[in-house]
């Protein structure tokens, strides 16, 4: 009888998410954090015309497979804290030893609003006293989809 209790659970949590009841990825937020200025693919290719650094702040691995042509790869890993505005940035890595330039220009990326690496790093650098940050939000997905220059 126990095993039968357990099929059905199983089969009813199938159902609803396969009917989209269960909560997915949670999005970052929409807007920037404060002291970051939320930019989509023309700015960052703006940016980047300047001089800024593009920051690609996923897992080494995923940079290996791909990325926004001439961004760096920093990765906000491990992220260990809660996919939230609110999150605790001492529960996770983010190396900013690899930005000896408080005032140029950073921007962030990762894989679009469902990853929360990009967000966090802007707000780490933000609250570090980094002045020019940017978070591109949408990330390498719209960059691909674009088609604008990958490497």
Not at 39 to 68: F, M, N, P
Not at 83 to 107: E, G, H, I, T
Not at 114 to 139: D, E, F, I, M, P
Request: glycine share 8%.
């Amino acid at each position: 009888m126990n095993a039968l209790k357990h099929l059905m659970f199983a089969v009813a949590g199938f159902g609803l998410m396969a009917s989209g009841q269960i909560a997915m990825a949670q999005e970052t937020p929409t807007t920037a954090p404060a002291g970051v200025h939320l930019v989509e693919a023309a700015a960052v290719q703006a940016l980047q015309g300047k001089g800024a650094v593009v920051v690609d702040t996923r897992r080494a691995s995923e940079y290996a497979e791909g990325t926004i042509k001439g961004a760096i790869s920093v990765p906000y890993d491990p992220e260990k804290s809660a996919k939230d505005a609110a999150f605790d940035p001492s529960q996770d890595k983010f190396d900013l030893a690899k930005f000896a330039d408080k005032n140029k220009d950073l921007v962030l990326f990762c894989n679009s609003g469902t990853c929360w690496k990009s967000y966090k790093a802007a707000v780490v650098l933000a609250k570090n006293g980094y002045k020019n940050v940017h978070w591109y939000r949408n990330g390498f997905p719209d960059w691909k989809a674009r088609k604008l220059p990958t490497e």
